[in-house]
């Protein structure tokens, strides 16, 4: 499988604080990834300088092959790259269909949102999720989504506009057992559909029942990888303790 | 039935109004079933009905403005001085509405550029620009005698066929522009994933800063429009101009169902909570009651509505979360 993602020896420090201490790190299509580690290991910068949040103090991001020289998420996203967060991904007033469409709207000879065509969309979409029958319509407010529905939208959205790249942010913490299978059902899905995907999770035993390939971080470098042949859910806590001594 | 659920705000605060004056029309059915006073309603709650309209935006947003009052002011007395000095209304009128714009915009810059909380940033500006407007014109209050005879104030606010007061229809129009701003452009979306949750609104990559800067100088636009139109209609332009207007703006977008919070709200509600605004006093005082009553059964209004919608707005959370 050829890298669709590869960062090298990325730095991003803010002020005396050195979140990223030249991180190596890759993505491959068609693969989960499991990105793992303590609170201040740098997961999540690193998720945000991909999702162009950010960009790095130095060190290169190549996608493609080619390296990304504008780092914001509106660039990121024309590059294909998604990312859900966990409590911000989606807005709770907003119904599914604005929610789904926001900042790319469909627009008519105008430049006017196309509501009829969003929400014909958005109905294809939660139709294909399998939440039609949920009583979840395009013009549910997002609000009386559980959480992991609105995980599922959010994921339904990034494979809608075509995301090579699906970043998601904790997905499962603070789910409901049966929620979480959903989550993890969606992250399959989108792998099947070959599609890479980069999981930030606390959880060894989430992101072993999905990923193909685990990266611990600590303390912003990278403390090991592996693939998930030749290791073991328990071996791979082991290490994830070692990474935090 | 789609459409009862998705407006039921808006049917509601409808029926309010409906309600209220059917009430009024029984108590003083001299006053209410006649022409003229809804000719003098056409006159008066425009001034309100515009800025409220961009205020809802605004509210949407998140953020709050107290200073539109002292801009209505300001861009009143340029658009006084510029007309004045050039003889020509239409040039005093585009000075105005882009010094009302300006103002807001630099509303806008402060609060996105420093990060100074909108209602401190617009409290001090709302001081400043009023003490500037005083400086400016000595606290005196300016004649313009000449607007009679302009034929371009018949255009802003002159009577169609004889009888409906021109700025009734500009304020018709300013809320249509707005409710497709709000409800069918990206600006207007981005405002309420803004106004919902601004981080979230960052993260979805949308134009956090330019969208809260605009909305500012949108409703500097309204305060301006709405403050040309008030001094041509009264032929003069006085330096308190805009004071007693804050309460009711506010009131006007409350009472429409527009979220304390911020991600929700209609024009249509804000239209019709400014009606509802501006007919009070009149039903009050043309019922029999002392007019002191005026702002009792406002503050009534508003509080009753605002509750209204905080505790639907709390059981609709509690079904959510189960």
């Not at chain 2, 509802?276 to 005082?285: D, F, R």
């Amino acid at each position: 499988m050829s890298n669709i993602l590869e960062m090298r020896a990325v730095r991003k420090s803010f002020g005396s604080v050195h979140a990223l201490r030249g991180v190596d790190f890759s993505l491959a299509e068609g693969e989960i990834t499991a990105l793992l580690g303590d609170n201040g290991a740098g997961k999540s910068t690193l998720a945000k300088i991909i999702s162009g949040l950010y960009a790095p103090t130095s060190g290169q991001v190549l996608i493609d092959g080619a390296q990304v020289t504008k780092f914001s998420v509106k660039h990121a996203r024309q590059l294909g790259v998604e990312t859900v967060y966990q409590d911000r991904a989606l807005g709770y007033s907003q119904p599914l269909w604005r929610n789904l469409f926001a900042g790319r709207h469909l627009t008519n000879c105008f430049g006017l949102i196309n509501a009829a065509a969003e929400k014909q969309a958005a109905a294809d979409i939660i139709a294909q999720l399998g939440l039609s029958g949920a009583g979840v319509s395009p013009d549910t407010p997002a609000l009386l989504l559980s959480g992991g529905e609105r995980q599922g939208l959010a994921i339904g959205r990034a494979m809608h506009f075509k995301a090579r790249i699906v970043i998601l942010d904790e997905p499962t913490t603070a789910l409901a057992v049966g929620e979480v299978e959903k989550v993890l059902d969606f992250m399959r899905r989108v792998k099947q559909e070959g599609r890479s995907v980069m999981v930030i999770t606390h959880s060894v035993e989430h992101a072993w029942r999905v990923a193909d390939r685990f990266v611990v971080l600590s303390h912003g470098k990278i403390f090991g990888e592996w693939r998930r042949q030749g290791l073991t859910a328990g071996s791979l806590l082991e290490k994830l303790i070692e990474a935090e001594k | 039935m789609n459409f009862i659920r998705n407006n039921k705000n808006q049917l509601l605060i409808t029926l309010v109004l409906a309600v209220l004056w059917s009430f009024f029309a029984l108590k003083a059915p001299q006053a209410f079933l006649s022409g003229s006073i809804y000719m003098t309603f056409l006159s008066t709650i425009p001034f309100i009905t515009i800025v409220a309209t961009a205020m809802t935006l605004v509210v949407v947003t998140g953020e709050m403005d107290l200073s539109f009052a002292s801009n209505m002011a300001m861009s009143g007395f340029v658009f006084a001085w510029t007309s004045q000095t050039s003889g020509s209304v239409l040039l005093g009128a585009a000075a105005g509405l882009a010094a009302g714009s300006c103002i807001g915009a630099l509303n806008g810059l402060m609060i996105t550029v420093t990060g100074v909380p909108a209602i401190v940033a617009t409290i001090g500006f709302d001081f400043f620009w009023r003490g500037t407007v005083m400086l400016l014109s000595n606290g005196t209050t300016r004649t313009l005698e000449f607007l009679n005879s302009s034929p371009s104030t018949a255009f802003f606010i002159g009577r169609v066929c004889g009888v409906l007061p021109a700025q009734s229809l500009w304020a018709l129009v300013f809320a249509m522009v707005t409710a497709l701003i709000y409800h069918r452009t990206s600006w207007g979306d981005d405002l309420r994933f803004i106004g919902d949750d601004r981080e979230a609104a960052k993260m979805l990559g949308l134009p956090v800063s330019a969208a809260r800067a605009g909305v500012f100088a949108y409703l500097g636009f309204a305060a301006a429009l709405s403050g040309i139109l008030a001094t041509m209609e009264m032929g003069n332009w006085w330096p308190t101009q805009g004071d007693g207007y804050l309460l009711l703006v506010f009131a006007s977008v409350f009472i429409g169902g527009t979220s304390v919070y911020g991600g929700s709200g209609t024009v249509w509600g804000t239209f019709v909570g400014s009606v509802i605004m501006g007919i009070i006093e009149a039903g009050i005082v043309s019922s029999g009651w002392s007019g002191f009553w005026t702002r009792f059964v406002d503050g009534l209004t508003l509080l009753a509505s605002v509750s209204f919608y905080a505790l639907a707005s709390k059981k609709k959370r509690w079904t959510a979360n189960g």
